[in-house]
């Protein structure tokens, strides 16, 4: 059983749309990390957050702890999104992070 | 500040061989993490150090495996001997968070080494 489950796997855009990309977790949390990693291999940590919502730029993620669930939504897409997002609850008894398999996004012009 | 900074980006070496890999942690942070990621089984954590201190190695696969943090600003990854599986690309990682459930901050993650054993 996955711990983490992110959703879709895949997804392709049009630039311009509007993307959302859910992640469920089944483990308490102290908070949950956005990630975001380019076709070049490196990471970037978008996001930490451990309740309501935060925005930076076009990027939203949300989380509800009650619902154990997050969302990363990317408003008018443009191609230089084109990554992949993983979702990465930070386990409260662990004290460790937890991996998505992540979510491979390409947004095409 | 730089960021996390490892060496090599590449390595390819040949079954049997030591490897070291390098990490530089972001100045002023106290954790620093190793990470190994695959295709099949995607980003694993392998080791985390506090203040120099390893606090968790029980992510490391095997005896082959170690890995050192001798000062606050250096941290390496050794793997002796080398075998094919060990391929990934590993991550080394710094936050300024200290051990404590209490204290949530970001992990800063170094562009990764991609290791090839051949």
């Known amino acids: 059983k996955n711990e983490v489950e992110q959703s879709p796997q895949n997804l392709t855009a049009q630039e311009g749309e509007f993307i959302t990309i859910n992640c469920s977790y089944s483990v308490g949390i102290s908070a949950l990390h956005w990630l975001q990693q380019h076709p070049g291999g490196g990471i970037v940590s978008l996001f930490m957050l451990s309740s309501g919502k935060k925005k930076h730029g076009r990027l939203i993620a949300t989380i509800n702890i009650q619902e154990k669930h997050s969302s990363l939504h990317i408003t008018a897409s443009h191609p230089r999104d084109s990554a992949v997002y993983i979702c990465a609850p930070d386990d409260y008894n662990t004290d460790k992070l937890i991996f998505g398999t992540g979510t491979r996004l390409q947004v095409f012009p | 500040d730089a960021g996390v900074i490892q060496s090599p980006r590449h390595e390819v070496t040949e079954m049997g061989q030591e490897v070291t890999l390098r990490c530089k942690p972001i100045?002023?942070?106290?954790?620093l993490f190793w990470y190994r990621q695959t295709m099949m089984r995607g980003l694993e954590l392998l080791i985390y150090?506090?203040?120099?201190?390893?606090?968790?190695d029980s992510g490391m696969p095997e005896d082959r495996f170690s890995a050192k943090m001798p000062n606050a600003s250096f941290s390496t990854l050794k793997i002796q001997p080398s075998e094919p599986r060990d391929s990934a690309v590993y991550f080394c990682?710094?936050?300024?968070?200290?051990?404590?459930?209490?204290?949530?901050?970001?992990?800063?993650f170094g562009q990764g080494t991609r290791l090839t054993v051949v």
């Open positions: 990682a710094s936050s300024p968070r200290t051990f404590s459930l209490a204290l949530n901050t970001e992990a800063f």
């Open positions: 100045s002023g942070h106290n954790s």
């Open positions: 150090f506090n203040n120099n201190v390893p606090i968790d």
